[in-house]
T-cell receptor, first 112, second 115 residues
Framework: NAGVTQTPKFRVLKTGQSMTLLCAQDMNHEYMYWYRQDPGMGLRLIHYSVGEGTTAKGEVPDGYNVSRLKKQNFLLGLESAAPSQTSVYFC???????????FGSGTRLTVV | AQKITQTQPGMFVQEKEAVTLDCTYDTSDPSYGLFWYKQPSSGEMIFLIYQGSYDQQNATEGRYSLNFQKARKSANLVISASQLGDSAMYFCAMSSGSYGNKLVFGAGTILRVKS
């Protein structure tokens, strides 16, 4: 099925470890986004991309890096994980317009 | 900057009754879109309804309707004939091309439908 695929779905990290979350979309969308969801705070934008080779900071970018080397993939990296990065991470992609946003199923990350 | 405010952390509604979830927004962009998403306990984000800032009529999708009051900057979601399966978290969100098409979310409202 067409859509946004996130890997992994669950992960437990120790403080200081690094990891990369992968987001892949097969809808030829230009825009891609990484959000984190914490209780009582909705979804907050970490980084986003408006096209292949571009990235930009969102609302809460500190501690994260991203890359978009291919149009269909958007990678989110944590270089040195901290307990404050325990969250559910969502990737999304969009074209422009009213029906454009498609979300992945989320990655639940716990940093201990 | 863009901002979405949802002032109801939680709501209860009796099955088969209607419920309104509040959403106010702030933006300086004259062209924007307003969205509502449902997030059940399973965690996925489900798109419900969209309203464009230039749309003349309020959006409707089945049992969902959006009460769009542009002058008051409000975009309330109305769910008619509530069902037990409507129990979920509901998010209001906004996007505009001037801000890189980013979707900005409110904090959400938890809706519980009672039988």
């Amino acid at each position: 099925n067409a859509g946004v695929t996130q890997t992994p779905k669950f992960r437990v990290l120790k403080t200081g470890q690094s990891m990369t979350l992968l987001c892949a979309q097969d809808m030829n969308h230009e825009y891609m986004y990484w959000y984190r969801q914490d209780p009582g705070m909705g979804l907050r934008l970490i980084h986003y991309s408006v096209g292949e080779g571009t990235t930009a900071k969102g609302e809460v970018p500190d501690g994260y890096n991203v890359s978009r080397l291919k149009k269909q993939n958007f990678l989110l990296g944590l270089e040195s994980a901290a307990p404050s990065q325990t969250s559910v991470y969502f990737c999304a992609s969009s074209s422009t317009g009213r029906y454009g946003y498609t979300f992945g199923s989320g990655t639940r990350l716990t940093v201990v | 900057a863009q901002k979405i405010t949802q002032t109801q952390p939680g709501m209860f509604v009796q099955e088969k009754e209607a419920v309104t979830l509040d959403c106010t927004y702030d933006t300086s962009d004259p062209s924007y879109g307003l969205f509502w998403y449902k997030q059940p306990s399973s965690g996925e984000m489900i798109f419900l309804i969209y309203q464009g800032s230039y749309d003349q009529q309020n959006a409707t999708e089945g049992r969902y309707s959006l009460n769009f009051q542009k002058a008051r900057k409000s975009a309330n979601l109305v769910i008619s004939a509530s069902q037990l399966g409507d129990s979920a978290m509901y998010f209001c969100a906004m996007s505009s091309g001037s801000y890189g098409n980013k979707l900005v979310f409110g904090a959400g409202t938890i809706l519980r439908v009672k039988s």
